[in-house]
């Protein structure tokens, strides 16, 4: 069983930057990937980005693509993800997440993933 903690949420102008730190423990961090997922309010839970075990790979949202990177340290159990130029749209919880049994070598949907962590809120004013 692996567990999740996000941090690094907050509330931020538009145009500005936050880093969003996940560390996991529990389980051998290097074997699977990871991700993260965010869900606004009336909205179904999104992926934003997901990376593979090994960092190599990575996948993102066209709605953050140039804007978001997500990266991996397997030494320090921890997955990342870097937001700068924020827009308002993208207020909303953000989940870690990391893969299970049945995750693809890389994710590309909020469902691939098998665990979650408790969220963190980012909340971008205009």
């Known amino acids: 069983q692996v567990r999740l903690v996000e941090s690094g949420g907050g509330q931020v102008q538009a145009g500005g930057s936050l880093r969003l730190p996940c560390a996991a423990s529990g389980r051998t961090f290097s074997s699977y990937a990871m991700g993260w997922v965010r869900q606004a309010p009336g909205k179904e839970r999104d992926i934003v980005a997901a990376?593979?075990?090994?960092?190599?790979?990575?996948y993102y949202a066209d709605s953050v693509k140039g804007r978001f990177t997500i990266s991996r340290d397997n030494a320090k159990n921890t997955v990342y993800l870097q937001m700068n130029s924020l827009k308002p749209e993208d207020t909303a919880v953000y989940y870690c997440a990391a893969g299970g049994s049945g995750t693809p070598y890389l994710p590309t949907k909020a469902a691939d993933f098998g665990s979650w962590g408790q969220g963190t809120q980012v909340t971008v004013s205009s």
């Open positions: 990376i593979n075990w090994s960092g190599h790979s990575t």
